[in-house]
């Protein structure tokens, strides 16, 4: 990395626009290494998997949906040599909406930004147009040090492996990309894991950790709270609504009165479709469905603030708020 990349590591950081990380924490153990990687892909590549398996615990929310990972969350990987911090973005994709654009633009603004670009291509998919738009999108990008990531290796045989690392860097000789390292993984059985973690840390300048040990993201948990309430309410629809549900957490607090052994967290949260119809489905039969997503979420939310929660979740329209800046500008984006 260039004298000016490295002097700015004494600055607050602010990467694709996230608030800055604020003080550098700890002293430098010698050869200590400190910095960002992102992991960038196609929708569904398994980025947000392997962000979670890294950091060891959940931080990022995942789905069988593509195009779930709507926001820049950083995943903190704390070790005795190092600190990575690891950038999940949405997935690159042809935007139909301005919602689409943004997140594109996020993502290429996050590229500039961090340290190592890690491009992940499932094992399980042959490569295709996507993934050299991406890479050659990438090639835009001449300072940033590129790897990359074979992920879902548990869901082919070897011999499919082997011909998925072949294509990955006849891919990279035709775009004239210079991996810096091919590494197949599985975030799910956790094969080669660590060993990705080792090579992204060894790609990162010296430096100091950026954030308290025992920080796993710097996410807000109002944000984390609102993307887990979502996770829960993308499992079972279909067609176009995953892409129309957003929620907002509009009140959370713990319920004064209670003795500080049984504390209880309020949380008043705000599910928003696009239409009446998205409204219908989201509530359900008798509103069936809307009690399952709340109780689904409420566990994931307890065993990420380790509190006892009550959430209220009520369902509201905000008409085509993908394509509309204001209602965008509202919902956070």
Request: proline letters at 6%.
């Amino acid at each position: 990395m260039s004298n000016e990349h490295d002097s700015e590591r004494d600055k607050d950081f602010d990467v694709s626009g996230i608030e800055p990380a604020g003080p550098i924490y700890g002293t430098r153990p010698e050869g200590f290494r400190s910095g960002f990687a992102s992991f960038v892909g196609r929708p569904n590549a398994g980025k947000s998997t392997l962000t979670n398996a890294l950091v060891g615990s959940k931080v990022v929310i995942t789905s069988s949906k593509p195009q779930t990972t709507r926001t820049v969350v950083r995943g903190i990987v704390h070790r005795p040599d190092g600190q990575l911090i690891l950038v999940d973005t949405p997935g690159l994709h042809r935007p139909r909406t301005l919602l689409g654009e943004r997140l594109n633009d996020l993502v290429k603004t996050t590229w500039a930004e961090v340290d190592v670009v890690a491009v992940c291509f499932p094992a399980n998919e042959k490569i295709g147009p996507g993934d050299r738009f991406i890479v050659k999108e990438l090639g835009k990008v001449r300072r940033t040090i590129k790897i990359a990531v074979a992920t879902k290796t548990d869901l082919v045989t070897p011999e499919q492996l082997g011909e998925h690392l072949l294509d990955i860097a006849t891919l990279g000789t035709e775009t004239d990309t210079e991996w810096a390292e091919i590494v197949p993984v599985s975030a799910v059985s956790g094969d080669q894991v660590s060993l990705l973690a080792d090579l992204l840390l060894a790609l990162l300048p010296e430096g100091p950790p950026l954030y308290p040990d025992g920080d796993l993201t710097d996410a807000p948990e109002a944000v984390l709270v609102a993307e887990l309430i979502r996770e829960a309410a993308l499992e079972g629809v279909r067609d176009e609504l995953p892409h129309s549900i957003a929620v907002l957490v509009d009140e959370m607090g713990l319920r004064e009165g209670r003795d500080d052994d049984k504390p209880l967290l309020d949380i008043y949260a705000n599910l928003y479709v696009e239409r009446d119809s998205q409204k219908g489905i989201m509530i359900g039969h008798k509103g069936a469905r809307l009690r399952e997503v709340g109780t689904a979420a409420r566990k994931q939310i307890e065993a990420l603030l380790g509190t006892p929660v009550y959430l209220d979740l009520q369902v509201k329209i905000a008409k085509d708020w993908q394509r509309d800046p204001r209602q965008l500008r509202k919902l956070g984006f």
